[in-house]
């Protein structure tokens, strides 16, 4: 049994960690201020003994006594709607709340795991993207707030593993969609159903052809579990390696939700990447992982969630 840390653990991926580890025996600690998540996300585990929830902003603290044995950060706003209205608390998030992390996993010796985005491959150059890609962002465009407080938090995680010797880990997650994904989260899986399973025209922008990679959320805990369980330390993709175009995957969203929504074309917000697929070879040959779950088996499980969620006025 281990005691795990897990910033962000009301979030849509943190959450989904939380029960795997406190089903295996853990004791889990969640440590969240709900900006982005949600409690209901973890509801399934109230009352649970191996279960705690601290409500606490990370950038300021984490309040958590006794020994730890891992600590895995997740808290940040992940969707672009959400850090764009908060860009300063996700420079911090990834910066001081980073800091924090890792300064507790520090003085108990535990392994550190961070939770990185491919949007530090900004727009890519090189495709598929291998984790020996340094990728192509723009510094000072609004995306930039949660792109570069991703690649600082890598910078700082690194760093302190050279200079303290920690057992640290650096997850690249890429698109991740499924149960718990908000409704109005504002990511393209969500808006896709949100608005096909309402008949509302679904929103493209551009011209559709701009590309994505979608991981069903119980393929990437699988891989992050793996990782956090395992001894790398440098940078790890964990995404599904099948792309698809966004005229591709209204196509599949209007399938799985019987729906006849017509599309309607906006235009591409500023930095929005053309083409984003993981090289998942290190996944696959350091952690024996690859993702299992196809995109319309996915999708049609999170809609019947998000079918739930509507008939329990949770929409």
């Given at each position: 049994?281990?005691?795990?840390?897990?910033?962000?653990?009301?979030?849509?991926?943190?959450?989904?960690?939380?029960?795997?580890?406190?089903?295996?025996?853990?004791?889990?600690?969640?440590?969240?201020?709900?900006?982005?998540?949600?409690?209901?996300?973890?509801?399934?585990?109230?009352?649970?003994?191996?279960?705690?929830?601290?409500?606490?902003?990370v950038?300021?603290?984490?309040?958590?006594?006794?020994?730890?044995?891992?600590?895995?950060h997740?808290?940040?706003?992940?969707?672009?709607?959400?850090?764009?209205?908060?860009?300063?608390e996700?420079?911090?998030?990834?910066?001081?709340?980073?800091?924090?992390?890792?300064?507790?996993a520090?003085?108990?010796?535990?392994?550190?795991?961070l939770?990185?985005?491919?949007?530090?491959?900004?727009?890519?150059?090189?495709?598929p993207?291998p984790?020996?890609?340094f990728g192509?962002?723009?510094?000072?465009?609004?995306?930039?707030?949660?792109?570069?407080?991703?690649?600082f938090a890598?910078?700082?995680?690194?760093?302190?593993?050279?200079?303290?010797?920690?057992?640290?880990?650096?997850?690249?997650?890429?698109?991740?969609y499924?149960?718990?994904?908000?409704?109005?989260?504002?990511?393209?899986?969500?808006?896709?159903?949100?608005?096909?399973?309402?008949?509302?025209?679904?929103?493209?922008?551009?011209?559709?052809?701009?590309?994505?990679?979608?991981c069903?959320?119980?393929?990437?805990?699988r891989?992050?579990?793996?990782?956090?369980?395992?001894?790398?330390?440098d940078?790890v993709?964990?995404?599904?390696?099948?792309?698809?175009?966004?005229?591709?995957?209204?196509?599949?969203?209007?399938?799985?939700?019987?729906?006849?929504s017509?599309?309607?074309?906006?235009?591409?917000p500023?930095g929005?990447?053309?083409?984003?697929?993981?090289?998942?070879?290190?996944?696959?040959?350091?952690?024996?992982?690859?993702?299992?779950?196809?995109?319309?088996?996915?999708?049609a499980?999170?809609?019947?969630?998000?079918?739930?969620?509507?008939?329990?006025?949770?929409?």
């Amino acid at each position: 049994m281990a005691r795990i840390v897990i910033t962000g653990g009301s979030g849509f991926v943190g959450s989904h960690l939380c029960d795997p580890f406190v089903a295996r025996g853990d004791d889990v600690i969640a440590v969240d201020n709900l900006s982005t998540g949600r409690i209901e996300n973890i509801e399934q585990l109230a009352g649970n003994p191996h279960f705690t929830f601290v409500k606490a902003d990370v950038s300021r603290a984490i309040p958590v006594d006794g020994h730890v044995d891992g600590v895995l950060h997740f808290a940040s706003p992940a969707s672009p709607p959400e850090y764009l209205e908060i860009p300063l608390e996700t420079l911090d998030v990834g910066s001081l709340g980073t800091r924090n992390a890792l300064e507790l996993a520090r003085a108990n010796d535990a392994r550190f795991l961070l939770a990185s985005t491919s949007e530090i491959y900004g727009d890519p150059l090189v495709h598929p993207q291998p984790e020996s890609y340094f990728g192509n962002v723009d510094t000072t465009a609004p995306r930039a707030c949660y792109d570069e407080a991703k690649r600082f938090a890598e910078t700082l995680t690194a760093t302190y593993r050279r200079q303290f010797g920690m057992p640290t880990a650096i997850l690249r997650i890429f698109n991740t969609y499924g149960p718990r994904l908000r409704p109005a989260d504002g990511r393209v899986v969500s808006n896709f159903l949100m608005q096909a399973i309402e008949g509302k025209p679904l929103t493209v922008f551009g011209t559709g052809e701009q590309t994505r990679s979608f991981c069903y959320v119980d393929d990437e805990v699988r891989g992050i579990i793996a990782l956090f369980d395992s001894n790398e330390c440098d940078p790890v993709n964990i995404g599904n390696p099948h792309e698809f175009t966004m005229l591709e995957l209204a196509d599949i969203v209007r399938e799985v939700t019987d729906s006849s929504s017509e599309l309607v074309f906006e235009p591409l917000p500023e930095g929005d990447p053309k083409v984003r697929r993981p090289d998942i070879t290190r996944a696959r040959t350091l952690l024996g992982w690859e993702p299992q779950i196809d995109l319309r088996a996915g999708l049609a499980l999170t809609r019947d969630w998000d079918r739930e969620e509507r008939a329990h006025g949770r929409a």
